[in-house]
């Protein structure tokens, strides 16, 4: 059997995974001494609680290697193989953090680590749709290549309503941060080549914001892979949320639109109040 894994960082909530035979595998979210495990126990606003508190920004890691040697031994001892998903390691060691747990298992022929140059759903888009593939009878080696082929594909953007949590985390000048709450700047995130990097400066309040930045995404929508499309947000206002949706439901190009919470990793460096349209271009 084939087996498939992605980092927490996915941010696909509890649902998904379960309905796609998903395992997950947590990063830690340390906030002072204090270290937890991403998507147990924690939630977002407990984080925003605590770095406004605080003014600091809460700091992500790895998992360990033991933690995932541990998780890939129990699907190895069961005679089965492993596609696993990582955000990109420009960001993160959770990528060779697996590579080196199925080097000491020496199961490199079993597990197969895909680094996905992206973050948050862009993962999720495809852990997904290595699930499906899986489904569909496909090898592990054919299932990584259908990965491989669809990476540079994944069009993952954030538009961010505060700075501020960017600055703690030392992403953004003190100048900038200060700027951008006075001018009700919103910078649009994208992910490319691996790394975030600004795209647009959007300003106004984010209720106008957000449905400006979702009809600028429209022909890019239009000729996406129709089988789903995220609305992945940290605590968006749910009237904010609701129009996207209808929006992309409008467009009837897709078969599913999902939204998910961003997991508390991802929460971390964006603060509340982000949201993003994520999908894989044709």
């Known amino acids: 059997m084939i087996r498939i894994l992605a980092d927490s960082t996915c941010d696909l909530?509890?649902?998904?995974?379960?309905?796609?035979?998903?395992?997950?595998?947590?990063l830690h979210i340390l906030l002072g001494e204090q270290d937890h495990l991403d998507g147990e126990g924690l939630s977002p606003d407990e984080i925003f609680a605590w770095s406004d508190s605080t003014k600091k920004g809460p700091k992500t890691a790895a998992p360990s290697v033991d933690e995932a040697r541990q998780m890939l031994k129990s699907g190895l001892?069961?005679?089965?193989?492993?596609?696993?998903?990582?955000?990109?390691?420009?960001?993160?060691?959770?990528?060779?953090?697996l590579l080196l747990a199925a080097k000491q298992l020496h199961a490199e022929d079993r597990v197969h680590v895909v680094d996905s140059r992206n973050l948050s759903t862009g993962v999720g888009l495809l852990a997904l749709q290595a699930c499906d593939d899986a489904a569909r009878g496909l090898s592990a080696p054919e299932i990584c290549a259908h990965a491989a082929?669809?990476?540079?594909?994944?069009?993952?953007?954030?538009?961010?309503?505060?700075?501020?949590?960017?600055?703690?985390?030392?992403?953004?000048?003190?100048?900038?941060?200060?700027?951008?709450?006075v001018l009700r700047i919103h910078p649009k995130i994208v992910v490319e080549n691996g790394l975030m990097?600004?795209?647009?400066?959007?300003?106004g309040h984010l209720e106008?914001?957000?449905?400006?930045?979702?009809?600028?995404?429209?022909t890019a929508l239009l000729s996406a892979v129709p089988k789903r499309v995220f609305i992945t947000h940290s605590g968006c206002d749910a009237e904010i949320v609701s129009k996207v949706r209808a929006f992309l439901e409008g467009l009837g190009r897709f078969e599913e639109v999902l939204?998910?919470?961003?997991?508390?990793?991802?929460?971390?460096?964006?603060?509340?109040?982000?949201?993003?349209?994520?999908?894989?271009?044709?």
């Open 208 to 218: 106008a914001v957000i449905p400006h930045y979702v009809r600028d995404l429209e």
């Open 77 to 97: 001892d069961a005679g089965d193989e492993w596609v696993c998903f990582t955000i990109s390691s420009d960001m993160s060691a959770s990528y060779s953090v």
């Open 13 to 26: 909530g509890a649902r998904l995974p379960r309905l796609h035979h998903l395992s997950i595998l947590p």
């Open 197 to 203: 990097r600004p795209d647009h400066k959007y300003r």
């Open 259 to 282: 939204e998910t919470v961003t997991g508390g990793v991802v929460s971390s460096h964006c603060g509340p109040g982000t949201l993003g349209v994520l999908f894989i271009a044709e």
């Open 149 to 181: 082929a669809t990476v540079d594909r994944v069009r993952s953007s954030f538009v961010v309503d505060t700075l501020e949590y960017l600055h703690r985390g030392g992403r953004c000048g003190g100048l900038t941060s200060m700027m951008g709450s």
